[in-house]
C-alpha cells in the first residue's frame, strides 16, 4: 500500500525501519506511521499516566471478571503491520485469542485501541493515525481520550468497510459502551485521581 509522501520527511517500509532502530541508542523513541518515520517526545505528563494506569486497569478487570481471553496491553507494546507501514505504540491494546505461550514482541490484531489526546499529539492521533488504524480488519473501537477534560470520542466499526462517529461520550459521570468487548466503562474510573476529574467536581 502507497502513502502519500511529504516533504521534509523520511520514508521506509516496516523491514527497514526495524534494521533503522537497531541502530538508535534505547532512550530514544520512534514510530513509523504509513511509512513515515517519527521521532516521539521521551515522557509524558503524570495526568497521561494516570488515564492510561487507569484505563488499562478497569479494562484488565472488566475482562477478567467475564472470563474473557483478552489481553491489555500499554504504551511500551508494539502494534506492527507491514501492509500499513505501521510501528507504533499505542497507548492502550486490546487483543483477544492470543495463546497463554505467546512470545510475540508485537500485536497486529486490536480489537480495541485507545489514544491519550493532548494538544501536541491531536493531529497526529485524530489524523494520521486514524487514518492508518481504521484500516486494521480486527479494529471494533478506537477511544481518543482528551487529557486535560473529561471527554472521550469514540469511533466503532459499523461494518466490514464503514465506521460511525466519533459518539462523543462527556461528562464524569458518562459511561463508555464498548459492545465488541461486551462492557462498559466509566468515565469516573478513567479519570481517577486527575486534574480533569477534580475541575468536574
Not at 127 to 147: A, E, T, V
Request: hydrophobic letters at 40%; proline letters at 5%; one cysteine or more.
Amino acid at each position: 500500500m502507497s502513502f502519500v509522501q511529504r516533504p521534509g520527511f523520511e520514508y521506509m517500509d516496516l523491514d527497514d525501519f526495524e534494521e533503522y532502530l537497531a541502530d538508535k541508542p534505547e532512550h530514544e523513541k520512534w514510530e513509523l506511521i504509513g511509512g513515515r518515520v517519527v521521532k516521539l517526545m521521551v515522557g509524558a505528563q503524570i495526568q497521561h499516566h494516570r488515564i492510561v494506569r487507569n484505563l488499562a486497569f478497569e479494562l484488565e478487570a472488566k475482562l477478567r471478571a467475564r472470563g474473557s481471553d483478552c489481553d491489555v496491553f500499554s504504551e511500551t507494546f508494539w502494534l506492527k503491520e507491514r501492509f500499513l507501514s505501521l510501528a507504533v505504540f499505542p497507548d492502550i491494546m486490546v487483543q483477544c485469542g492470543l495463546p497463554e505461550d505467546s512470545d510475540d514482541t508485537a500485536l497486529n490484531a486490536p480489537v480495541v485501541l485507545v489514544e491519550v489526546i493532548s494538544p501536541g499529539s491531536r493531529n497526529r492521533d485524530f489524523g494520521d493515525k486514524w487514518d492508518l488504524y481504521r484500516r486494521l480488519p480486527s479494529l471494533h473501537h478506537y477511544l481518543m481520550i482528551d487529557r486535560d477534560r473529561p471527554i472521550v470520542d469514540v469511533l466503532d466499526r459499523a461494518d466490514s468497510s464503514s465506521w460511525t462517529g466519533p459518539r462523543r461520550v462527556a461528562g464524569i459521570d458518562s459511561t463508555i459502551a464498548l459492545p465488541a468487548l461486551a462492557i462498559e466503562i466509566p468515565i469516573a474510573a478513567i479519570y481517577r485521581r486527575t486534574a480533569a476529574a477534580k475541575r468536574e467536581s
